[in-house]
């Protein structure tokens, strides 16, 4: 039934279409999406399924170039989710509940950056298609230093730059971007962290999003012993949002999910 003929659309409908930037189509851009679809394991493609979903929820996510990390295939998918769940009358929509995150952690970051002057470093750990370095004007002193895998970041950095050439809406936002290859399951990522410029005597604040639950229990416990221990002036450890703090949200942007 085609809603819209009868007057009664909901805007999240409408707000919800799927439009495809032309820019997904271009060689470049082609190629790295065919390297992330038939390279990547599962780790690594989450990051462009979180991208998706911000590209998707776009009311209430400004993130302009989410689409164009998220690419074609993450896009489609969720979309061909969020209608089935529509269709289904389900409690919870696809893609919701990580839009929800990134405002919260958006929330979180800003007020911890401002209750420290307004500069800081920024550790994102596990940043796949992050693009808060970008987004967030919160962080225009502070210097931001984005840990993934090696694929993970030169893909994200290859599209980036793809988007610069066409595109004039792209511009840092913080004092410094670091890239930092590494896993931080191994121990050497706070190394490679301090070679990179990070100096563990500066406020630190920590964004573990979406990133816990791809670690063990042993491996989550030692990155956060390592942030604990040796960065002795870490000011906020974000690791995860908490239950409330996730139907605060829920009741404050998505009033239609009650
Ligand atoms: C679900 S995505 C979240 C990405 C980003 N934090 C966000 O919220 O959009 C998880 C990310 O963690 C990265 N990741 C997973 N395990 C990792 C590890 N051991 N070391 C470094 N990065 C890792 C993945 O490559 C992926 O980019």
Same mark, same amino acid.
């Given at each position: 039934m085609d809603r819209s003929k009868q007057g009664n659309a909901s805007p999240e409908d409408h707000e919800l279409e799927l439009t495809l930037p032309n820019l997904l189509?271009? &060689?470049?851009?082609?190629?790295?999406?065919?390297?992330?679809?038939?390279?990547?394991d599962f780790l690594r493609k989450s990051a462009c399924q979180t991208a998706a979903a911000r590209a998707?929820? &776009?009311h209430v996510i400004h993130d302009p170039l989410a689409h164009v990390l998220a690419g074609e295939t993450y896009l489609i998918n969720l979309h061909e989710k @969020? &209608?089935?769940?529509? +269709?289904?009358?389900?409690?919870? @929509?696809? /893609?919701?509940?990580?839009?929800?995150?990134?405002?919260?952690?958006d929330s979180k970051i800003e007020a911890v950056v401002d209750s420290l002057g307004g500069?800081?470093?920024?550790?994102?750990? /596990?940043?796949?298609?992050d693009l808060r370095a970008y987004r967030l004007s919160c962080l225009k002193e502070s210097d931001v230093f984005e840990v993934d895998f090696p694929e993970v970041l030169q893909v994200k950095a290859a599209l980036l730059e793809e988007t610069l050439e066409s595109t004039e809406h792209l511009w840092l936002m913080e004092?410094?971007?670091?890239?930092?290859?590494?896993?931080?399951?191994?121990?050497?990522?706070?190394?490679?962290?301090?070679?990179? /410029?990070?100096?563990?005597? &500066?406020?630190?604040?920590?964004?573990?999003?979406g990133i816990i639950y791809y670690l063990s229990n042993s491996q989550a416990m030692q990155v956060l012993k390592i942030? /604990?221990?040796?960065?002795?002036?870490? +000011?906020?450890?974000?690791?995860?949002? +908490?239950?409330?703090?996730?139907?605060?949200?829920?009741?404050?942007?998505?009033?239609?999910?009650?």
């Open positions: 189509f271009t &060689k470049t851009v082609r190629e790295l999406y065919a390297k992330i679809v038939n390279e990547w998707l929820w &776009k @969020i &209608k089935k769940d529509r +269709h289904n009358n389900a409690r919870e @929509i696809s /893609g919701v509940i990580l839009a929800v995150r990134t405002l919260w952690f500069a800081a470093q920024v550790v994102l750990l /596990g940043a796949g298609m004092k410094s971007l670091t890239r930092v290859a590494a896993d931080i399951r191994e121990n050497d990522w706070v190394e490679k962290l301090q070679t990179s /410029g990070f100096v563990p005597e &500066k406020n630190t604040v920590w964004i573990l999003e942030v /604990g221990e040796k960065c002795t002036l870490t +000011h906020s450890s974000l690791s995860r949002f +908490h239950e409330q703090s996730i139907n605060n949200a829920l009741k404050c942007y998505f009033p239609f999910l009650q």
